[in-house]
């Protein structure tokens, strides 16, 4: 089991940047860490996701040239780096765990634990 804890949303202006972070404890050695969101009345979405080593990324489309995944193994940390942001962007951030051994993947399916969440709010 892999126990996740959001930390670092908050209420930006459009255009604004802010800084997520996810502790990880528990049984976190080769797991792949992603970030989805959730706005009110809609499904769950992929965000980004970082391999074990931190070697390999994704992110979805929506967010590819503004969000950054990074990760820091020593701390057992995974962060999302949000510039420009916009309205839309406006969801809960969940922090997800896969299983060992798996890729950067954006489906939710593969995400075993997952955080209480943070919310993300972006005045226009």
């Known amino acids: 089991q892999v126990y996740l804890v959001e930390s670092g949303g908050g209420l930006v202006q459009a255009g604004g940047s802010l800084r997520l972070a996810c502790a990880a404890s528990?049984?976190?050695?080769?797991?792949?860490m992603g970030w989805f969101r959730q706005a009110p009345g809609q499904e769950r979405d992929f965000v980004a996701a970082?391999?074990?080593?931190?070697?390999?990324?994704s992110y979805a489309d929506s967010v590819k040239d503004r969000f950054i995944i990074s990760r820091d193994s020593a701390k057992n940390t995974v962060y999302l780096l949000m510039t420009g942001l916009q309205p839309e962007d406006t969801a809960v951030y969940y922090c997800a765990a896969t299983t060992p051994w798996r890729t950067a993947s954006p489906n939710r399916s593969e995400y075993t634990s997952w955080g209480q969440g943070t919310q993300v709010t972006v005045s226009s």
């Open positions: 528990g049984r976190t050695c080769g797991v792949s």
């Open positions: 970082v391999t074990w080593a931190g070697g390999r990324t």
